[in-house]
């Protein structure tokens, strides 16, 4: 069993930066392949990219485009989304997600863990 919790949101304004954490709790964390999402205001879900359990192997969606880092620290059980260049359609609750498989977190469907989110909003 698998815990997460997101932390850093906030608000920021156009261009800004921010990192969020996200913090796990249970067993084998490093045995779990962690990704974020983003849920913005009347959207549907969206995939945002992942790091394997070794932390060597990240992946993202195309929208990223260099603005969104992931990296993890697995002594501290922590994965974190550095994002810059943020613009105000950044906008949104983000959430932090854990499965075996990449291919679930990529697919966004049967994923074992989700946290509960953290909101970011961009001001224009």
């Known amino acids: 069993q698998v815990q997460l919790q997101e932390s850093g949101g906030g608000l920021v304004q156009n261009g800004g930066s921010l990192r969020l954490s996200c913090t796990a709790s249970g067993r084998d964390f490093s045995a779990y392949t962690t990704g974020w999402f983003r849920q913005a205001p009347g959207k549907d879900r969206e995939y945002i990219g992942y790091v394997t359990g070794s932390g060597l192997t990240t992946s993202y ?64």
């Open 61 to 124: 969606a195309s929208f990223v485009k260099g603005r969104f880092t992931i990296s993890r620290a697995n002594a501290e059980n922590t994965v974190t989304l550095q994002m810059n260049s943020l613009k105000p359609e950044d906008t949104a609750v983000y959430f932090c997600a854990a499965d075996r498989t990449a291919g679930a977190l990529v697919d966004g469907r049967d994923i074992e863990y989700w946290g509960k989110g953290t909101l970011v909003t961009v001001s224009s």
